[in-house]
């Protein structure tokens, strides 16, 4: 699905990171893994460390501590709010909305409307689009989209799969109208075939949490997890990955009528730096210009992974430049999705700690 | 039946895998998937150790287990990105 949108601007970005951070080599010991060979995966997925929240704290609680900066800082206003957009893997509730429970905490007023969209890895894209469909309302001029996940509740510490790239974040993205005439392209795909690639099998309606759910399996590999963890099956994330986001990017750069060159930096979704290495091989464009540092500072929280990204490597430089950026997010669904647009003149570009 | 070993680029691939998993005789076996003796992990490595060793860029595409199975088709892999 293709996507044009005109005269729509992103003014800034916030994002939260826990204040925890949890070693690589804080999780070796649970992994049915030599430490050599734990290290050498270290060295080739460029892991690190991660930010990961403390037992209790939910997606929620990162949004709105990130809100009350903004508002305390007067970067934004209260009742120049006019859509609120949660997307998440990680809602505080199945009911209410988590976007509804932003809205009572911050008493934000009754004309707005508020929505939760389940989306991850490519939730900053998916979220993006959406909230310029809303700009081109009249009466809708400043959306605020809140892309916040906490998954590390829901990984087993005993799957070297998963749990060494997890981490926890909230990024709140202010989205604006503008008089300067600015065009934005944007494509997305979906293949609900291989949902279960990345998956929560249990503590839904189909499979609710039991004790039963909960009893820890080993896997042909040698990673233990219950169905209430989250599963992904990391060799088919990597090549669905590698096979559609590149033709995909080519894509969108040929509606934009944009040169590979001409990008100033190409901000992805990252789950690791082999797969952002290999992509940029692929794609055929400099290492340098899609930064893949994310994973080994932060780790990878989901669809708060781009707003990180940008937010950690551009930061204020944002607010006084301007820069031709194609992004791209892709994974559960499976879903993946690229965004060619400027980025600058920011009002705020930063990252604080909950 | 042990397979011998006489090409170069055959001999740094053996070694490489030998690097990885000394505890493995890589001339032994004939499906290194099968046989257990390289997973998903020991191929992200070999890819990354690959790159390094022979300077090419092996296709993320190409990371399946199809091309890791042997010597020969690792071998396979690295002719297919140009290398001698």
């Known amino acids: 699905m293709d996507f044009r949108f005109k005269n729509k601007k992103i003014s800034g970005i916030l994002t939260v990171l826990p204040k925890r951070e949890v070693l690589f080599e804080d999780g070796i010991e649970h992994y049915n893994f030599s430490k050599a060979k734990s290290m050498k995966l270290k060295k080739s997925m460029g892991y690190n460390k991660r930010r990961i929240v403390e037992n209790g704290v939910c997606a929620s609680d990162l949004a709105i501590h990130g809100m009350n900066y903004l508002l305390e800082n007067s970067l934004i206003k209260k009742d120049e709010i006019d859509i609120l957009l949660f997307v998440s893997q990680s809602p505080d509730h199945f009911m209410p909305p988590t976007s509804n429970i932003i ?212 930061g204020e430089t944002l607010e006084k430049n301007s820069y031709k950026t194609c992004l791209a997010g892709f994974g559960v669904g499976l879903t993946w999705g690229a965004m060619v647009m400027e980025l600058g003149y920011f009002d705020f570009n930063k990252i604080i700690e909950y | 039946m042990k397979k011998i070993i006489v090409n170069n680029m055959e001999n740094k691939v053996l070694k490489i895998l030998t690097d990885i998993h000394p505890e493995f005789d890589f001339n032994q076996v004939a499906n290194f998937i099968e046989e257990g003796l390289i997973d998903s992990f020991d191929m992200v490595n070999l890819v990354t150790t690959l790159d390094e060793e022979f300077g090419v860029s092996i296709d993320g595409v190409d990371v399946i287990p199809d091309n890791f199975i042997s010597v020969d088709a690792i071998v396979l892999l690295l002719k297919k990105k140009g290398v001698k």
């Open chain 1, 103 to 314: 809205h009572g905490k911050l008493g934000l007023r009754q004309d707005i409307l508020c929505i939760d969209i389940n989306q991850g890895c490519a939730g900053f894209i998916v979220g993006l689009q959406q909230a310029f469909m809303f700009l081109d309302q009249e009466k809708v001029n400043k959306v605020l989209l809140i892309n916040a996940d906490v998954l590390s509740h829901k990984v087993s510490i005993r799957d070297r799969n998963i749990n060494p790239l997890t981490g926890d974040a909230a990024s709140i993205t202010l989205v604006e109208k503008t008089a300067v005439d600015t065009e934005i392209f944007s494509s997305i795909k979906m293949d609900g075939r291989n949902a279960n690639v990345l998956q929560i099998p249990a503590g839904g309606f189909r499979i609710p949490s039991t004790g039963e759910t909960s009893v820890m399996v080993e896997d042909a590999n040698g990673n233990f997890r219950s169905l209430d963890n989250l599963v992904m099956q990391g060799d088919m994330v990597l090549n669905f990955v590698q096979k559609e986001v590149p033709p995909m990017i080519d894509y969108v750069l040929e509606r934009a009528h944009t040169g590979k060159a001409d990008i100033d930096y190409y901000l992805f979704h990252q789950p690791n730096r082999f797969m952002l290495h290999k992509l940029a091989d692929k794609i055929g464009v400099d290492r340098e210009k899609m930064p893949s540092n994310i994973v080994e500072n932060f780790g990878n929280a989901s669809g708060a992974s781009i707003p990180t990204n940008i937010s950690y490597n551009l």
